[in-house]
């Protein structure tokens, strides 16, 4: 497994914007599909967006954020635009080993390990 550590949430006004990081140790980065997942309070732990080659995204974020990853420094991002006050939420860095019959999995249970999450507040 690999660890990982997010960084970067913070407070932001609607329509603002903002970065996170997910920094993973180990040295087979790249063979892994990485995730971010969001848990508001009171609510399921939700998808948000992964990336094995390429980005996929859940419909709620689809054209307002943006997933890459930078494999030369182990770090992957989530780059938030337009937020809305329902995008406040603890953020989540996930990872799974790429799977190559399953390449964008959006399932919690499918992904091994966690970060401890950043909090995102976004006010109206």
């Known amino acids: 497994q690999v660890q990982l550590v997010e960084s970067g949430g913070g407070l932001v006004q609607a329509g603002g914007s903002l970065r996170l990081s997910c920094a993973a140790s180990?040295?087979?980065?790249?063979?892994?599909?990485m995730g971010w997942f969001r848990q508001a309070s009171g609510k399921e732990r939700e998808f948000v967006a992964g990336i094995s080659w390429s980005g996929y995204y859940a419909d709620s974020v689809k054209g307002r954020f943006t997933i890459s990853r930078d494999n030369a420094v182990n770090t992957v991002y989530l780059q938030m635009n337009s937020l809305k006050p329902e995008d406040t939420a603890v953020y989540y860095c996930?990872?799974?080993?790429?799977?190559?019959?399953?390449?964008?999995?959006?399932?919690?249970?499918?992904?091994?390990?966690w970060g401890q999450g950043t909090q995102v507040a976004v006010s109206s």
């Open positions: 180990g040295r087979t980065f790249s063979s892994y599909t």
């Open positions: 996930a990872a799974r080993p790429i799977d190559f019959t399953n390449y964008d999995p959006r399932r919690r249970a499918d992904f091994l390990s």
